[in-house]
């Protein structure tokens, strides 16, 4: 008997396994199957991993390209009313900590993207900002919302070396989180460039923008893999005092 898989594993959906089975049974390969559903190939790849929950768009494709077949219409079904879990909205999210509201907003944004960065290999994010711990705080923040989407994460520290098992997480991951590779160690470096050859994303943080970077190599990969996001802290204006200070109370009341 196959034993079950852990409770944090994700299960593929029944309706990608079955209807991958029975694409088989027609002579279709993945790439067939993604060509008739008019998408990549990779998008089943990740929904056949559990990687990714099928999204309302995909379901569509799914069923006006099979809606005469009963046994696919049936699947479509259970999925909607056994197998789908509403995944929070990133919206929903808790606003990150001590940063303005446009930082918030590009950070949710990479995060209701995601999916699509993941499968078409797009970019990271490079944060940067002189605030030490709340770069440290928005990463750590960053590694919660991923969790709360259900998507797994590495956090690292690129100043402290990677041991092999942590290394291989980091290169299994969907998403890298690095903190602090102004401290870049070559074991953390090493990391980078086998995710880059993999082409996966990796969020960075550091005190110093990518330009700084030593390594050409390293510099190239960062500037080209990542956007650059400034993380500063959010201050309300103070209340402007008059040059010569308060008013005083008589001439409050002319």
Same mark, same amino acid.
């Given at each position: 008997?196959?034993?079950?898989?852990?409770?944090?594993?994700?299960?593929?959906?029944?309706?990608?396994?079955?209807?991958?089975?029975?694409?088989?049974?027609?002579?279709?390969?993945?790439?067939?199957?993604?060509?008739?559903?008019?998408?990549?190939?990779?998008?089943?790849?990740?929904?056949?991993?559990?990687?990714?929950?099928?999204?309302?768009?995909?379901?569509?494709?799914?069923?006006?390209? *099979?809606?005469?077949?009963?046994?696919?219409?049936?699947?479509?079904?259970? @999925?909607?009313?056994?197998? @789908?879990?509403?995944?929070?909205?990133?919206?929903?999210?808790?606003?990150?900590?001590?940063?303005?509201?446009?930082?918030?907003?590009?950070?949710?944004? @990479?995060?209701?993207? *995601?999916?699509?960065? +993941?499968?078409?290999?797009?970019?990271?994010?490079?944060?940067?900002?002189?605030?030490?711990?709340?770069? +440290?705080?928005?990463?750590?923040?960053?590694?919660?919302?991923?969790?709360?989407?259900?998507?797994?994460?590495?956090?690292?520290?690129?100043?402290?070396?990677?041991?092999?098992?942590?290394?291989?997480?980091?290169?299994?991951?969907?998403?890298?989180?690095?903190?602090?590779?102004? *401290?870049?160690?070559?074991?953390?470096?090493?990391?980078?460039?086998?995710?880059?050859?993999?082409?996966?994303?990796?969020?960075?943080?550091?005190?110093?923008?990518?330009?700084? #970077?030593?390594?050409? @190599?390293?510099?190239? #990969?960062?500037?080209?893999?990542?956007?650059?996001?400034?993380?500063? +802290?959010?201050?309300?204006?103070?209340?402007?005092?008059?040059?010569?200070?308060?008013?005083?109370?008589?001439?409050?009341?002319?």
């Amino acid at each position: 008997m196959r034993p079950s898989p852990p409770d944090d594993v994700q299960r593929p959906p029944r309706l990608i396994t079955e209807l991958l089975a029975l694409a088989k049974d027609w002579g279709w390969n993945v790439q067939d199957l993604a060509r008739e559903l008019g998408v990549h190939r990779t998008t089943i790849v990740h929904q056949r991993s559990g990687r990714h929950a099928l999204k309302t768009a995909m379901l569509a494709r799914i069923a006006r390209r *099979f809606r005469n077949d009963r046994t696919i219409r049936d699947l479509v079904w259970h @999925y909607l009313a056994v197998e @789908y879990e509403e995944r929070p909205a990133a919206d929903a999210l808790p606003t990150p900590p001590r940063v303005p509201d446009p930082v918030a907003s590009s950070l949710r944004a @990479y995060l209701a993207g *995601f999916s699509d960065v +993941s499968v078409h290999g797009g970019r990271g994010l490079y944060l940067v900002g002189s605030d030490a711990p709340l770069l +440290s705080a928005t990463l750590r923040w960053l590694q919660a919302a991923f969790t709360q989407q259900r998507i797994e994460t590495c956090l690292l520290r690129a100043d402290r070396p990677v041991s092999p098992s942590e290394a291989r997480a980091a290169l299994a991951a969907p998403i890298l989180l690095l903190e602090r590779v102004d *401290f870049l160690r070559d074991s953390a470096a090493d990391v980078l460039r086998r995710r880059a050859d993999l082409v996966r994303p990796v969020i960075v943080s550091s005190m110093q923008p990518p330009t700084t #970077i030593a390594d050409p @190599y390293l510099r190239r #990969i960062l500037t080209s893999t990542t956007r650059l996001l400034e993380v500063a +802290s959010f201050d309300p204006a103070p209340i402007p005092t008059p040059p010569h200070g308060p008013l005083p109370a008589e001439s409050k009341q002319q």
